[in-house]
């Protein structure tokens, strides 16, 4: 969708329809404004509670000739004294969910004239971007008539232009690498392998200017990453590591390093999972989509940091050769490890990478994975998890959460829960019991990083929905690109 910077007047600007925002308890210049162009109707529409402006509420009017608009969509913002960026988003991003239905492709906007000037108005792209995402590549059926948005005019009746116009493009941007990332996820798994993600980040390298090194199957052993050798040993297709560097801040500046959990397919291997829903496990590489999200956004924002974006990945599948219960390996750094549950397998190709990353020297390190069950059983479909070894990183972290809507709760990794990690036979086992399934699974990977100021986000509840919500459409949300990169701009 195409964002065009309008100077004009709503009440002036022809469209097919016009978009304004309401609060529940009081009634802006804007509104009143278009009340009074519609001989009261919004009025008598707030009087009767027939639309009353709360939270996730619009109401779509037909103005008769009486505005240049066509139509107005009336879209609720709750109380003005609540009002914040990330309500100012979802708003926008039911706007255009009501707009989709209404099957109008181009539309204008006055959305952000009720907010802060500046942040609301690059909320409001945001919103209208990331809620107007659709993905329909494989649908062949009826293509004529398939919906897609064409443009959104966002009119500015004063003010600054240009530094409008820069606020949109960098909304795009952004929005465009959550695309990236949402793409990835939401492909199938015969078309997203290790390969395709390895392909994914030379492209990348290439237009944004960043180095990009891919180590195949031989370099692996040779380097002795057998704890992702392990996990991929039942695939046709070999196991790799990628490795992406970002370079905002110059040679001698330190990276922060982003490690991301590419299973582009898990079956779970010999403890294979149940059938039902396993379709779903294409999703097991979101981690890696957010990675290279996150580093195309960097670069497009021409961000002053380096960065360096690690995924290791694998198909973990069950065959002659896959890695069995009762097995041991020996990782990266020397620690060895039983195997009691092949499905456990995120762990594995982590620990590997994040032992990898710090050949780097990098001033913090971040992972994302869909690692565990356990944390959507904890903290449902609303909040990552966030475990990790540096307050001052932690705290970063959910500061960025709220400010972006990609909210993260933390959980604690308190030394006793490596009880259930220790092996009879080795250093560290796989997997313990279901009791603190998300921390013991992030306690293992605090043993792999050293010093590092490091944070661990378990997003298996967050990176893939069953119903759509305003910003996001049922299925892929791109979890974790906004956030590290609201987490990059003010770190």
């Known amino acids: 969708m195409n964002i065009n910077v309008i100077t004009a007047s709503p009440l002036k600007h022809i469209s097919p329809a016009l978009v304004i925002g ?23 529409l707030a009087d009767s509670r027939e639309f009353s402006g709360k939270v996730n509420t619009s109401h779509l009017i037909h103005t008769l000739g009486k505005m240049p608009a066509e139509r107005l969509l009336l879209v609720g913002l709750g109380k003005k004294s609540e009002l914040n960026g990330e309500r100012m988003r979802q708003a926008a991003g039911n706007a255009v969910q009501v707009l989709r239905t209404a099957r109008i492709p181009s539309f204008a906007t006055a959305l952000h004239m009720s907010g802060e000037p500046g942040t609301a108005l690059e909320a409001v792209c945001e919103g209208s971007l990331l809620g107007s995402y659709l993905f329909d590549m494989y649908k062949t059926k009826d293509r004529d008539e398939h919906f897609s948005f064409t443009a959104m005019s966002l009119l500015l009746p004063g003010g600054n232009r240009k530094e409008a116009v820069t606020s949109v493009e960098r909304s795009q941007t952004l929005c465009r690498a959550v695309q990236l990332a949402r793409d990835l996820v939401s492909q199938p798994g015969n078309v997203v392998t290790p390969a395709f993600l390895a392909d994914t980040a030379r492209e990348m390298a290439l237009r944004h200017a960043m180095e990009c090194r891919v180590y195949e199957y031989e370099e692996l052993v040779q380097l002795g990453l057998n704890a992702l050798i392990a996990v991929g040993k039942g695939a046709a297709e070999a196991p790799r590591l990628i490795v992406l ?247």
Request: aromatic share 6%; glycine share 12%; hydrophobic share 40%.
């Open 22 to 44: 309401c609060f529940e308890n009081t009634r802006d210049d804007l509104f009143t404004a278009c009340d009074a162009a519609l001989d009261g109707c919004l009025g008598r």
């Open 245 to 491: 560097e970002y370079r905002g801040a110059g040679d001698r500046s330190r990276p922060v390093a982003l490690v991301g959990k590419g299973i582009t397919f898990d079956s779970g291997g010999i403890s294979i999972k149940p059938g039902a829903g396993m379709e779903e496990m294409k999703t097991d590489m979101a981690g890696s989509a957010a990675v290279l999200g996150a580093m195309q956004a960097a670069a497009g924002l021409g961000l002053p940091i380096n960065l360096v974006g690690i995924i290791p990945t694998a198909e973990n599948m069950p065959d002659g050769k896959a890695y069995k219960p009762g097995d041991v390996v020996t990782s990266l750094c020397g620690t060895t490890i039983e195997i009691t549950n092949t499905d456990a397998e995120g762990r594995l190709i982590l620990c590997d990478a994040l032992h990898f990353a710090r050949r780097f020297k990098p001033v913090a390190m971040i992972d994302l994975a869909t690692l565990t069950g356990a944390c959507v059983v904890a903290l449902g479909h609303e909040a990552s998890g966030l475990m990790g070894n540096n307050q001052r990183l932690l705290n970063s972290l959910k500061q960025a959460g709220e400010r972006c809507g990609e909210r993260v709760w933390e959980l604690p990794l308190w030394d006793s829960y490596g009880e259930a990690m220790k092996s009879d036979i080795a250093d560290l086992k796989n997997a313990g019991s279901r009791d603190g399934g998300s921390i013991t699974a992030g306690w293992f990977l605090k043993q792999f990083v050293g010093t590092t100021p490091w944070a661990h986000l378990d997003i298996a509840g967050t990176a893939w929905r069953d119903k759509a919500l305003p910003c996001s459409p049922k299925g892929a949300t791109g979890i974790g690109v906004r956030l590290l990169i609201e987490y990059l701009r003010c770190r």
